[in-house]
């Protein structure tokens, strides 16, 4: 058989280096050989696994005369787990040269190979041998080339590999799912998740994985709820997927009842779960109890930390979020960039503006690579939001990059607050010189403009947003009641209990302007 892949290349001096240790072990490996070839394959396996020389591997394909396409696929398979993929794939090229037909198994080790090297040259000549085979239909072999296409290629490529496996299986649908949601195809996703013949938990949790990732949470968070339905049991990898989903829509009561069925059907549950938790609690504004789930853990990472520095910055308790960080120092965890993240968040939402610079400027010194982008946006924000606008010009004259619109809109964002209007008109001019269809700084500006008082420059920014035909995103709420969300949009009427909801808004306005009105009275 015509070897269709070229052999990887290795280095001399590794290869001179290897050489004589290969030898050495080969008048040993050789006399284990003849025993083995009674053994069968274990026999193989287990004399490679006693020496895991690429040397020795491919000398067994040129001196071995009895290696079939068994023992043959048991050597690739072996460096594939390795996460050895060069070499795996090199062998493959070996075993044709050696006119050793391959089987399934051999093109779905050696696919995966070339999915994980991200080799998508090597993947493509591997599909065209397994057509030339006719082995590309199999249902092992159309699975693998399936994950390549929907990691490395088009999703159309894609579902013509699904198309052309003879059966596919669940492996196959969830592989697809995967590859439609992950494209944010998510009625694709849908379609397909309804038409499998059988489900299984990896199929559930690919499903609320990715609508979980792809912000549909409301839809992963129904998911979840039926798979419990239909009398599946979650696993490990479930709930933080589930959690996250009801965190996104700040589901409290919901997240609650995540919480007790993780700790009904798993027990004792494993840091990335109680990541999950601490995050949830805390998006949820219940930072007690996110600090309860951190305490009760009985291993943590820097996620751990991470999230309750978060958390108490995202609800406004910067102090408690720096004696957090302090406290998370004392046990020697060592800080990445969201921890330094986190602890910006928390200076600027509590006007902590010389303690911000502190903890940048002491990463700065002591290890710049930490510092990111992001980093440098949130500095801007924290001075500008502070009212400190020369020292947030200074800053921005100063980074080692081009700022960005993020960079432009935190200082906005200050001026609105502060009314500095004629600040806050040259980072709307940067904002349009990069983006001139972004509707945010218009209404931004326009914003600050009415703090001001300066109605006839409102009017003008609004007449040009019309002339454009920009439209404002609507806003959005929701709330849970009796576990149920309810997501209401700027004038939606889309709701089954609208007449209800108005009539409850009406009431309250009238109670309002009843206040309002005794109020003048007392104080007249």
Request: charged fraction near 20%.
């Amino acid at each position: 058989m015509k070897p269709i892949l070229y052999k990887f290349s290795i280095s001399q001096p590794k290869w001179s280096k290897t050489q004589s240790l290969a030898n050495s072990h080969l008048i040993e490996i050789r006399k284990a050989h003849a025993h083995a070839f009674k053994l069968g394959t274990s026999g193989i396996e287990l004399c490679l696994s006693e020496s895991t020389a690429f040397l020795d591997a491919c000398k067994l394909f040129d001196e071995r005369s009895d290696l079939n396409v068994v023992s043959a696929t048991a050597i690739i398979g072996r460096f594939a787990r390795q996460h050895r993929y060069e070499e795996a794939i090199y062998l493959f090229s070996r075993m044709l040269v050696s006119n050793i037909r391959p089987n399934e198994f051999t093109f779905g080790t050696v696919t995966h190979s070339s999915t994980a090297l991200g080799n998508f040259n090597i993947g493509k000549q591997l599909h065209a041998c397994a057509t030339k085979i006719g082995l590309h239909s199999n249902v092992f072999v159309g699975s693998a080339l399936l994950d390549f296409y929907a990691k490395l290629s088009t999703i159309e490529e894609a579902q013509r590999a699904f198309e052309d496996t003879c059966e596919p299986n669940v492996v196959s649908y969830t592989t697809l799912i995967g590859g439609y949601l992950k494209k944010e195809r998510t009625e694709d996703a849908f379609r397909l998740f309804q038409e499998m013949p059988m489900r299984n938990v990896v199929s559930w949790n690919a499903m609320i994985s990715g609508c979980s990732q792809s912000g549909h949470n409301e839809e992963a968070v129904n998911l979840f709820i039926e798979m419990l339905r239909q009398g599946l049991l979650p696993n490990q990898s479930t709930f933080p997927c589930a959690i996250s989903a009801a965190a996104n829509i700040a589901a409290l009561g919901m997240g609650r009842t995540f919480h007790a069925c993780a700790v009904k059907f798993l027990g004792k549950l494993d840091v990335f779960i109680g990541n999950s938790l601490i995050s949830f609690y805390a998006k949820c504004g219940s930072m007690e109890d996110s600090l309860l789930v951190f305490n009760k853990l009985s291993e943590r990472n820097i996620v751990s930390w991470n999230a309750v520095i978060c958390g108490y910055a995202q609800n406004g308790r910067g102090e408690e979020a720096v004696s957090f960080f302090k406290r998370m120092q004392v046990v020697d965890c060592k800080p990445n960039s969201v921890t330094l993240l986190g602890l910006l968040w928390a200076c600027n939402h509590a006007g902590l503006v010389d303690e911000g610079h502190s903890y940048f400027n002491q990463a700065r010194i002591e290890d710049p690579s930490m510092l990111k982008p992001e980093h440098y946006a949130c500095m801007v924000d924290l001075l500008s939001r502070s009212g400190c606008f020369r020292q947030a010009e200074e800053f921005l004259c100063e980074l080692p990059f081009d700022p960005g619109i993020g960079f432009w809109k935190a200082l906005l964002g200050g001026c609105q607050i502060h009314s500095n209007m004629e600040l806050g008109e040259f980072a709307a001019r940067k904002i349009l010189a990069l983006d001139p269809e972004d509707v945010s700084s218009y209404v931004m500006l326009s914003n600050a403009h009415s703090a001001a008082g300066r109605w006839q420059s409102v009017s003008t920014i609004r007449r040009e947003m019309r002339e454009k035909g920009m439209k404002r995103i609507p806003g959005s709420s929701w709330i849970e009641i009796k576990s149920k969300v309810h997501v209401f949009v700027t004038g939606d009427r889309s709701h089954h209990q609208k007449d209800e909801v108005y009539m409850a808004l009406r009431f309250c306005n009238e109670h309002l302007r009843e206040v309002e009105a005794s109020n003048f009275l007392e104080e007249s």
